[in-house]
């Protein structure tokens, strides 16, 4: 995987001030540093909630889940017997996300205050796992990875949108902090992506490209599976 030239702890802090700053003023709320396009989310850099293929009774957690929309979208697919849960480490970002909760009327949803290195959840607690352009965030990736595997079930579901580098990223932009909470320098090259899912135990792995999002990367859709 690329070298972490940035420090994990300096990462998490300025994601973190980033991230609460836009759930406090729509006007800065789009804080994604690349050409997104078509989101279901203005955080974004694409919609999960579209490849996940939820069905009715399933439980789903979103990993860093911001203003809670995917959630939100998801707990109406999965239906009053299923269950969404929305991981954010953001309490400005859970506040926004449980004001949008209570304005859509939904009640199968559950808002968790953590990271995604550290899912506070049991093994084998949920069927799919969807994200929607944060796995980038990460300064610890192989670890968010096992954790996905962790909570989820035998034949559960990967199904998350996120950046992806190209395999020349320069380390000027790897080292740029805006470029990382811009989502693009702490992104996994498609190589890394593979390798790291099949290391966590995840197999089946599909990365997809749907368009560019920076000269040194573009945004996709990755999918993989938990063994049954």
Wanted: hydrophobic residues 40%; proline residues 5%; charged residues 30%.
């Amino acid at each position: 995987m690329a070298e972490q030239l940035i420090p994990a702890d300096e990462v998490r802090e300025v994601v973190r001030e980033r991230y609460a700053a836009a759930a406090k003023d729509p006007d800065t709320r789009d804080v994604c540093g690349c050409d997104c396009g078509p989101s279901s989310t203005p955080l974004g850099c694409g919609n999960p909630t579209a490849v996940a293929d939820l069905s009715e009774g399933e439980v789903v957690l979103d990993l860093g889940s911001g203003g809670g929309l995917d959630v939100l979208l998801s707990a109406q697919r999965v239906g009053s017997v299923g269950k969404a849960y929305g991981l954010d480490m953001t309490e400005e970002m859970l506040a926004l996300a449980r004001e949008n909760q209570r304005k859509a009327g939904i009640e199968n949803v559950e808002w968790l205050r953590g990271t995604i290195e550290n899912i506070p959840l049991p093994d084998d607690s949920v069927d799919v796992i969807i994200s929607n352009c944060v796995i980038n965030l990460s300064a610890d990736k192989p670890r968010v990875l096992r954790e996905v595997f962790r909570v989820l079930r035998p034949g559960g579901r990967f199904a998350v949108t996120d950046i992806v580098a190209d395999p020349d990223m320069d380390d000027a932009t790897r080292r740029d902090m805006a470029q990382w909470t811009g989502c693009v320098a702490g992104a996994l090259t498609e190589d890394e992506f593979r390798r790291e899912l099949a290391a966590a135990g995840l197999e089946g792995v599909e990365v997809r490209e749907t368009h560019r999002v920076h000269e040194h990367a573009g945004s996709a859709i990755v999918t993989a599976t938990v063994p049954s």
